[in-house]
């Protein structure tokens, strides 16, 4: 896949890269007028696609998500990282990336939302000028024709410094409807490639995205069946060729992160319901020094041995009868909390600790009932954004993504509610911040803590006697 794009780097330059800290690796984004496009599904192809011919791929997702990873992960065969910006700062996204791209054949950045979304300074658009990289935008062509270079020509030109590299056109219904899209798209606009209208491209959904990857039985059948549609349309162009190499320089070194968890044994909720987790969040424990051991409430496990407690968030929602009946979780559990072992529960994970979970409609299901509160979930957003968080031990950043409301358990007396000892503040004005909670020895909060945003505060909240 070729853009018209030249490598920004010279033979000369690349013999020399070990001294000057300079790497390069092809590199591509995948952008879109908005979500629901086809980013997704095209980014996982892709992936797949270039893993069969042997080649190192390595996605990253912008923005704080965690389903889409899961099935990148799957289509490429390795950890995918989150890229945002305001949560990352610029310098940990280039060494990000330069750290990749020493050691990979081909980067994938999927973008979220639309092109330009997000607050000023932290669109995909924002992030592909920082980076140099072009960027390919994929817009749904159901329903139109030559009006698919009109939605072309306002993407390209909206932002002339953008470097734009060209559009893929999603869910086109036949080789005729391609050629009527090409006759529209202006010239200078490279027209790379169509993705053919089928049902065996599609990913279910629910009410927080896409259905998780542990949730899709056959979904490396599907991934590879998914590139011979790809191939086999007709309409696929040159989708297969490696784009142009970028160059990446290494920013100034930072001081090294003090393993003041060496020793620590973190538990950590990992299974079905409880899933809500970034990568990087698990890399700067591991670069503390802790050690980490998964366990499954879905399958009632018993809280291993460990030093603190990390309950990530999740669909607890979609296992409460599973998780109501988890008996040896939740008394191993309370036994660590009774021991005053420290307790991060994050959205999901909150949910766990509460009285009760009611569904939206209307059914209860009793939790552990090591917060005194209920949670009653809603068919709409209770909470979506970028928040900041000051724990008593610093200021974190992070997200909130979520449909539960938390309320007062029933015949509970109002004075006895829960009073946060700290309140979200969040990127965008009118919304409201996120309430932290400390019950014992329990943190607990709808927000998703982003750990390398303050690698020091988790350290001390983890160690914790």
């Not at 879109?32 to 997702?61: E, I």
């Not at 062509?141 to 590299?165: C, E, M, N, R, Y």
């Not at 303050?454 to 001390?460: F, G, H, I, L, Y």
Request: glycine fraction near 10%; charged fraction near 20%.
């Amino acid at each position: 896949m070729s853009f018209g794009f030249k490598a920004r780097k010279s033979t000369q330059a690349l013999e020399g890269q070990q001294i000057t800290g300079k790497v390069s690796c092809p590199v591509l984004m995948i952008a879109s007028p908005g979500s629901g496009q086809g980013k997704t599904t095209l980014t996982a192809l892709l992936a797949r696609l270039h893993r069969n011919k042997d080649r190192r791929v390595q996605v990253f997702k912008t923005g704080p998500d965690f389903l889409d990873p899961m099935i990148h992960e799957c289509a490429s065969g390795k950890t995918v990282f989150n890229i945002d910006l305001w949560m990352m700062g610029e310098p940990e996204v280039r060494r990000l990336l330069h750290r990749t791209a020493s050691n990979s054949d081909l980067i994938i950045i999927e973008c979220a939302m639309g092109l330009f979304d997000g607050h000023p300074g932290n669109s995909s658009a924002d992030l592909a000028r920082i980076l140099g990289i072009p960027i390919i935008v994929v817009i749904d062509a159901k329903g139109v024709a030559q009006t698919f270079g009109a939605i072309a020509h306002g993407l390209q030109s909206f932002q002339p410094d953008l470097p734009f590299a060209g559009v893929i056109a999603n869910s086109v219904g036949s080789s005729h409807h391609f050629q009527l899209i090409r006759q529209g798209t202006p010239a200078r606009i490279p027209l790379i490639a169509g993705i053919p209208r089928d049902e065996r491209l599609t990913l279910p959904e629910r009410h927080l995205g896409l259905v998780q990857a542990s949730e899709l039985a056959g979904l490396d059948q599907w991934l590879d069946e998914g590139v011979n549609v790809l191939l086999s349309s007709g309409i696929s162009g040159g989708i297969e060729r490696l784009p142009e190499a970028i160059c990446f320089t290494l920013p100034k070194p930072v001081d090294p992160v003090e393993s003041n968890l060496t020793g620590r044994r973190i538990a950590i909720a990992k299974d079905q319901a409880f899933g809500f987790i970034y990568a990087a969040n698990l890399e700067v424990l591991r670069t503390l020094g802790a050690e980490l051991i998964f366990f499954s409430p879905l399958n009632n496990e018993a809280v291993p041995d460990c030093d603190a407690v990390w309950l990530p968030g999740g669909y607890p929602e979609l296992f409460a009868d599973q998780l109501s009946a988890c008996r040896l979780t939740q008394t191993s559990l309370k036994a660590l909390v009774d021991n005053n072992t420290p307790v991060l529960a994050e959205c999901g994970g909150m949910l766990f600790l509460l009285d009760e979970l009611v569904s939206v409609e209307g059914v209860a299901s009793a939790m552990c009932g090591l917060v005194p509160a209920k949670a009653q979930m809603r068919s709409r957003f209770q909470g979506i954004g970028l928040q900041t968080m000051r724990w008593p031990e610093g200021e974190l950043r992070g997200h909130t993504f979520h449909h539960s409301e938390m309320l007062l358990a029933d015949g509970a007396d109002p004075d006895d509610a829960l009073e946060p000892i700290a309140c979200g503040v969040a990127q965008r004005a009118r919304v409201k911040g996120e309430a932290l909670f400390q019950v014992g020895s329990i943190r607990c909060s709808y927000f998703h803590a982003y750990f390398p945003s303050n690698t020091e505060a988790v350290a001390r909240f983890f160690s914790a006697d």
